[in-house]
């Protein structure tokens, strides 16, 4: 199982931007889907950003046009870079891998122990 280690959270002010990393123990090309999630205090975990092996890439709406999903192969490393936070962006950010069963292996599904970002007003 891969394991997902997140970090670049921290307290910034409206406005300002913000670059966060996940580093994964193997392969970042084996997932066949990567991405980041958000949770709130007491809300659901939303969608922030996925991408596919084959590169499609799909950002939940609160976000489109502020934040970009990238990664870096030859590190391992899934990255999220945030512009123009607003307050309602405060949460917990999960870093997620995902793999479906093959005829040889067992799907699974990984998180990230998640890094916390708070946007001052």
């Known amino acids: 199982q891969v394991q997902l280690v997140e970090s670049g959270g921290g307290l910034v002010q409206a406005g300002g931007s913000l670059r966060l990393s996940c580093v994964a123990s193997?392969?970042?090309?084996?997932?066949?889907?990567k991405g980041w999630y958000r949770q709130a205090p007491g809300k659901q975990r939303e969608l922030v950003a996925t991408?596919?092996?084959?590169?499609?890439?799909n950002y939940g709406d609160s976000v489109k046009g502020r934040f970009t999903i990238s990664g870096d192969n030859a590190k391992n490393t899934l990255y999220l870079q945030m512009s123009s936070l607003k307050p309602e962006d405060t949460a917990v950010y999960y870093c997620?891998?995902?793999?479906?069963?093959?005829?040889?292996?067992?799907?699974?599904?990984?998180w990230g122990q998640g890094t916390q970002v708070t946007v001052s007003s």
């Open positions: 193997g392969s970042i090309s084996n997932f066949n889907v």
């Open positions: 997620n891998a995902f793999r479906p069963a093959t005829l040889y292996s067992r799907a699974y599904n990984s």
């Open positions: 991408v596919t092996s084959g590169g499609t890439i």
